[in-house]
Nanobody, 124 residues
Framework: QVQLVESGGGLVQAGGSLRLSCAAS????????MGWFRQAPGKEREFVAT????????YYADSVKGRFTISRDNAKNTVYLQMNSLKPEDTAVYYC?????????????????WGQGTQVTVSS
């Protein structure tokens, strides 16, 4: 079992940056690929980024490619999402998730554990 706790959300102006963190409990963090998803009001949850168990493979949604960077520190049981050049359309609740497959997935149904989410609001 893995428990995930996100932090780092907040209010930022367009063009600004935020770094989200997701701390995982337990000793098996390295067994999981990790992903970030987001959900805006009235919209479905959407994929943002994923990173493999080792951190060697990453994949991004087209909407964030070149602006967001996913990384992980397996010694600290933490995954990060660095978000630069933020846009108002990035406003959403951001969730991290853990997936038992080696390289992760862009599909939410593949993930086994979810955090409670952290709000990111980008003002224009």
């Amino acid at each position: 079992q893995v428990q995930l706790v996100e932090s780092g959300g907040g209010l930022v102006q367009a063009g600004g940056s935020l770094r989200l963190s997701c701390a995982a409990s337990g000793r098996t963090f390295i067994s999981y690929a990790m992903g970030w998803f987001r959900q805006a009001p009235g919209k479905e949850r959407e994929f943002v980024a994923t990173i493999s168990r080792s951190g060697g493979t990453t994949y991004y949604a087209d909407s964030v490619k070149g602006r967001f960077t996913i990384s992980r520190d397996n010694a600290k049981n933490t995954v990060y999402l660095q978000m630069n050049s933020l846009k108002p359309e990035d406003t959403a609740v951001y969730y991290c998730a853990a997936d038992l497959t080696p390289v992760g997935s862009m599909y939410s149904y593949d993930y086994d554990y979810w955090g409670q989410g952290t709000q990111v609001t980008v003002s224009s």
